[in-house]
């Protein structure tokens, strides 16, 4: 048989109708879907790896740049991949015959109307996930960069401008999906949003406060994150700033989250930022400790806190009242840190010299001290 009449038989077999569609059309339809199954993994990675390439930096270590790129591949390999099938379902339907009304139990549905509002839906859920992803990479990509002192941004702000793209994409999805796909006028539906903009500023009162909040602590700076700050007698360490409300990390290891609004309006203390934290102890020596112990005890406190190098000159020791538990004495001293474990450290040691003094002398402690 030649080549003519070959090409022949196949251009009738491809040309017959099946279902309403030429068996050459379900071929192609099958083809694709394959092709994108058994290629959807590779196909993302290696575009995924040209995009990286706009991440990528020149003269950083090689271990970073393995950790970014296998980090950038992580978060985006499956949205890429639902992208890409998604595209692939979406040119397999305008490939395909659908037809534009069906008979339902004597009702007409316009089945290709619905089809189409749903690939369209799926391909911006599609997208929006992708710029997500991406805008999540681009938070991590920025903070590393500013830690390792390769860009000057505030590590505080990065997260909350990430928050406010993310937001945006977002509302830039869904209008996208009324504009494109239902046919609103997007002008006037920012329109209307704009003037319910004030029904909605008067029911979320709490949130836009929350909110201003927010914009205060990016603009005053009384912390940034990582600071060690003390709130309403909890102390802890700052995490993340965000729109609505701040997260610490309190000494215990609980997670706190209060919200903007109050730190902004009441007094909170940032020991990260101070040189210098006080100890100041009420201490009670039992009521048999003679006048001489007590000297003894004093000038020996107060020469330990002179010869400390963390504390700063000037540490007061004095026999500062007495009551019916025993003899109190006063101890005031600042240690030259800001760092509370540092200063937890060296109070410690102060501690334990303090007993060792007291013992030293033959004396015992009323167990009725108070410290601050």
Not at 43 to 50: P, S
């Amino acid at each position: 048989m030649s080549a003519p009449e070959w090409t022949s038989r196949f251009q009738v077999l491809f040309d017959r109708v099946v279902a309403g569609h030429t068996v050459g059309q379900l071929l192609l339809v099958a083809g694709l879907l394959l092709l994108a199954f058994l290629l959807k993994r590779k196909g993302a990675r290696l575009i995924n790896l040209l995009v990286y390439r706009a991440f990528s930096v020149s003269g950083a270590p090689a271990d970073e740049q393995q950790r970014s790129r296998d980090e950038f591949l992580q978060m985006l390999s499956a949205p890429m991949q639902s992208l890409s099938m998604a595209l692939v379902f979406y040119l397999c339907f305008t490939l395909l015959n659908v037809p534009q009304q069906v008979r339902v139990f004597e009702n007409s549905l316009r089945i290709h109307h619905y089809v189409a509002v749903l690939m369209q839906l799926l391909l911006i859920v599609r997208l929006t996930r992708l710029l997500l992803g991406l805008t999540s990479f681009l938070g991590v990509f920025w903070i590393r960069r500013a830690e390792g002192g390769h860009i000057r941004l505030d590590k505080q702000m990065i997260p909350f401008t990430i928050d406010g793209i993310k937001i945006l994409l977002v509302i830039f999805g869904v209008l996208l999906a009324a504009g494109g796909v239902f046919n609103a006028d997007v002008t006037a539906l920012i329109g209307g949003l704009g003037i319910g903009g004030l029904a909605v500023a008067l029911a979320a009162q709490e949130s836009l406060a929350n909110l201003l909040g927010s914009f205060t602590i990016f603009l005053d700076k009384p912390f940034q994150v990582g600071d060690m700050v003390e709130f309403s007698g909890i102390s802890g360490t700052i995490e993340k700033v965000g729109f609505r409300s701040t997260r610490i990390r309190t000494i215990d290891k609980t997670l706190l989250t209060v919200p903007n609004k109050n730190l902004v309006g009441a007094p909170l203390n940032n020991m990260s930022e101070g040189v210098q934290k006080r100890a100041r102890f009420l201490l009670t020596l039992g009521p048999t400790t003679s006048a001489e112990a007590l000297k003894s005890i004093v000038a020996d406190i107060r020469q330990a806190l002179t010869a400390h190098p963390e504390i700063d000159a000037g540490a007061q020791v004095h026999f500062f009242d007495y009551n019916e538990k025993g003899f109190v004495i006063q101890i005031l001293y600042l240690v030259n840190t800001g760092s509370y474990e540092v200063y937890c450290g060296v109070r410690e040691e102060v501690n334990f010299r303090i007993l060792a003094i007291v013992r030293q002398n033959g004396c015992t402690l009323a167990m009725n001290g108070t410290t601050e």
